[in-house]
């Protein structure tokens, strides 16, 4: 039965979310045992943390979504809004969690420019609104679709939540073209260096990784809620869910897998390296391990640590 087939796919996400729940939480406690105060909040951590809760997220829907199916399931036509709403929680998290990577690229381009100001009082802000709104443009459909969920409306507001997604997928993959290709330019004209070819990889990697899956989202999403040209099978179902989602993540923590220097008490004010100076220091990055996917480089208090991603 289809329905067998497709509680063996569910499941078989559910173990593979279940992975990737158990690396940040082993991640976290590394860091943790270096010293780092479990209430310090660092770049590394927060995406750590916010991988975990779109990870449990996921597992706690492909374990109760096959349970109470009954047996009509369409990732893109949800019959049941708390099928659609456990859908939803995962997605939002997730693209929270690679959006504040966007961001994040995009702070380091605007401190190597000298435009960290404008960054601070314009783009960051913006961001903040924007996000803002889109999770109350959520919650407000969510009230919609459990207040309306016997209606004719209902499947016009299933096909609204489905149009959100695809379109926010669109952004995100042109988010990471853009500061991804600025980041990887920028750093492919800094500082001559044995490190660089490392983080130029990293960059590159996780850019066009999250180009591909965030455009192959959008488009079997609308696929599926505009045409017939494919059907929700099982088959069709993992694929999903495996590009969209866990390949990406899989990329990210490769770059998250490196530990952080031990943590030392001392206070410190952090300041970042001129990207105009380069020629001051030609094995800067060496001594500091330079720039990653996710991380720019700072100089703390005279100690050279590696990424700020990290800690």
């Not at 270096?34 to 750590?48: A, D, M, R, V």
């Not at 490392?198 to 455009?215: D, P």
């Not at 989202?217 to 590009?243: D, E, M, P, Q």
Request: charged content about 15%.
């Amino acid at each position: 039965m289809l329905l067998t087939q497709l509680s063996y796919t569910f499941f078989a996400l559910a173990g593979f979310y279940f992975f990737l729940l158990l690396f940040p939480l082993v991640q976290i406690y590394r860091i943790t045992a270096l010293g780092y105060p479990i209430t310090k909040s660092t770049t590394q951590k927060t995406f750590l943390t916010l991988f975990s809760v779109t990870s449990l997220l996921r597992c706690s829907f492909f374990v109760v979504v096959p349970i109470f199916s009954n047996g009509n399931f369409n990732i893109a036509r949800f019959e049941n809004p708390i099928d659609l709403i456990l859908d939803d929680a995962g997605c939002i998290v997730f693209f929270t969690t690679f959006t504040l990577l966007i961001i994040f690229w995009a702070e380091i381009i605007y401190q190597a420019g000298n435009n960290r100001d404008f960054f601070i009082r314009r783009v960051r802000p913006v961001y903040y609104v924007t996000i803002t709104l889109i999770y109350l443009a959520q919650v407000s459909l969510w009230v919609f679709l459990i207040m309306w969920r016997k209606d004719a409306i209902y499947s016009t507001l299933v096909v609204v939540d489905n149009v959100l997604y695809a379109g926010l997928a669109v952004i995100s993959a042109l988010g990471f073209l853009y500061f991804g290709g600025r980041l990887y330019l920028m750093l492919r004209h800094s500082i001559e260096s044995e490190g660089r070819k490392n983080k130029l990889v990293e960059v590159l990697y996780v850019a066009i990784m999250c180009i591909v899956c965030f455009i192959t989202r959008s488009v079997i999403f609308s696929l599926l809620t505009f045409s017939n040209v494919i059907n929700a099978s099982y088959i069709v179902i993992g694929i999903y869910y495996f590009l969209s989602e866990i390949a990406p993540i899989l990329v990210v923590y490769l770059v998250l897998r490196k530990l952080p220097p031990p943590f030392e008490k001392e206070e410190y004010q952090p300041r970042f390296y001129n990207s105009n100076n380069y020629s001051e220091d030609p094995y800067y990055h060496e001594r500091i391990g330079g720039y990653g996917a996710t991380g720019y480089t700072p100089i703390l208090n005279g100690n050279q640590y590696s990424n700020s991603i990290q800690g």
